[in-house]
């Protein structure tokens, strides 16, 4: 019998987020390790659900076989509590948080509340938890998950065959990359930059617009009210060949999240040697070295715009900007890789008890 796991996730596999991505790696390396892995696409809306989530997460579980392992994306915990309920003990269930849903930027006081104590009901009924960085094991432990649950499996990083040569542009090219959501914090952006229009930059934004779309309207009228849509760009969602060109092609990489459960796009840029202006929002200072870029407090334009200016000043932000990207370099070769991290998970799936009994269906 092969290695058998099951893994749930809202919706399709392919969406391009960082949790997704990451997702997507570690079923197509578990899969060429050997395991026979089984993807349940859940319908509906996540994370909090709604009677079409429900009904899907109810058939998914049903049909998975006694003794199973099951791995459930943390971005389902909370719509699929009740149904997780009703079948942890005849199911070997594990999670993968990425990042608690409770800490999402921009939920209400009593929708927060609802998270953590849905999240809280959930994971005490798993058998281990996943997590990306060691802040979110540390976040994770602070809400009831005991220490020895816990596995950090860290994203792996594709090698760049080339690095990225900071030219002497005339115009400085900021690069963002997320989803326009409120935890990225595209709005405090676009104030940092109404501040900098004396200096020269052009800012390219790529993530989806999609995922809240009353934000990201919001956010295009904010660069438009400002003054400041000509020199800033939302492209909306990217594939890999299209985002390596906007990585080779970048000045800065810039990131205002308020909170990043890892922040694999950081990783991604390090990668690349650009230098890194961001946040101190949750595991960023872990996933950004000393000496690589600037980062901020979250939320604060006008620090975000301080340290932007620094950068684009002349003569002196370009001998700053090589300096950061240097040690960005040095940093980014010594990234894991992807088969790092899957070799690291399978340890993880082994420690939590797995074994050639689990059941698995015949289909992939």
């Known amino acids: 019998m092969r290695r058998a796991l099951h893994v749930v996730v809202p919706g399709p ?31 509906g809306l996540f994370p909090a659900g709604d009677k079409v ?22 971005l389902a915990l909370v719509a699929s509590v009740e149904v997780v309920e009703r079948h942890a003990k005849r199911l070997m269930l594990l999670s993968l948080v990425h990042h608690p849903l409770s800490d999402e930027t921009g939920l209400a006081a009593d929708e927060s509340s609802l998270f953590l104590t849905k999240e809280r009901r959930a994971l005490r009924l798993m058998r281990g938890v996943i997590v990306t960085s060691q802040f979110t094991s540390s976040r994770l432990q602070r809400i009831g998950v005991q220490q020895g649950r816990i596995r950090i499996v860290v994203p792996g990083t594709d090698p760049v065959m080339h690095r990225v040569k900071q030219l002497s542009v005339e115009v400085p090219r900021l690069l963002v990359v997320g989803s326009v959501i409120p935890r990225k914090g595209h709005d ?22 999609d995922r809240d779309r009353c934000f990201a309207d919001g956010i295009v009228t904010q660069a438009r009210e400002v003054g400041i849509s000509k020199r800033i760009k939302f492209i909306g969602e990217c594939d890999s060949s299209t985002l390596e060109q ?15 459960g890892y922040g694999m796009v950081l990783a991604e840029a ?28 979250p939320g604060d334009y006008q620090a975000l715009a301080h ?35 899957i070799k690291t998970m ?18 992939e």
């Open 53 to 74: 989530a429900s009904r899907s997460i109810e058939l998914v579980f049903a049909a998975i076989g006694d003794g199973s392992w099951v791995l459930i994306d943390g």
């Open 13 to 43: 596999l392919e969406q391009r987020t960082g949790g997704y991505l990451y997702d997507a790696r570690m079923v197509a390396g578990l899969r060429e390790a050997g395991w026979q892995v089984v993807v349940h696409n859940l319908e």
């Open 346 to 363: 399978e340890k993880s799936l082994f420690e939590f008890g797995w074994s050639n009994t689990s059941a698995c269906g015949d289909d």
């Open 270 to 297: 390090l990668a690349y040697g650009l230098p890194i202006v961001s946040t101190t929002g949750g595991a960023i200072p872990e996933t950004v070295p000393s000496g690589t870029g600037l980062l901020v407090a």
């Open 188 to 209: 405090v952006l676009i104030r940092a930059l109404s501040t900098l229009r004396m200096q020269p930059w052009h800012c390219v934004c790529a993530g989806s617009l």
């Open 246 to 260: 906007l990585y080779a092609g970048a000045s800065i990489f810039v990131l205002p999240s308020y909170y990043e």
């Open 307 to 341: 340290v932007l200016g620094r950068l684009l000043d002349g003569e002196a932000g370009s001998a700053l900007r090589r300096r950061y990207a240097k040690v960005a370099h040095e940093h980014g070769t010594k990234l894991p890789s992807w088969s790092t991290a």
